[in-house]
């Protein structure tokens, strides 16, 4: 499968040692149930970001446990408003890497997350 941004990626981007990823992870978004808008890459949504971190900026950040989404949600204020969402990623989603609790996918062409938010997640949330 093609990458979401097809050969526009720099050198080494993603990593060789990027894997198919498959589990439940955590996306922090502006609301619940989210939007389209949630799974934007900060190249997407015309964020500023260091040019060095240009391949970051091309990928999904995720959590791997929602200890972790909040977290970091309370340590930047930017995020402080945000919702940990429960997504389960396959392996035909994207590529993957995992460090420390925390993923970058780079997505497939033509996928679209919304169709696997974990609905009994979003029900229990909202409660």
Known sequence: ??????????????PSFAEPINGEYYRLCDCNPPTSNDFKTHVDAKMSFPPA???EAKALSFFSNERDAIKIKNRFPKLKNKIPVVVNIVSNHGVGLEINGHLNLWEFQGINLLNFIKEDYNEAAEV
């Open 1 to 14: 499968m093609d990458l979401k941004y097809g050969t526009d990626y720099p050198d080494s981007c993603p």
């Open 53 to 55: 971190k240009l391949c």
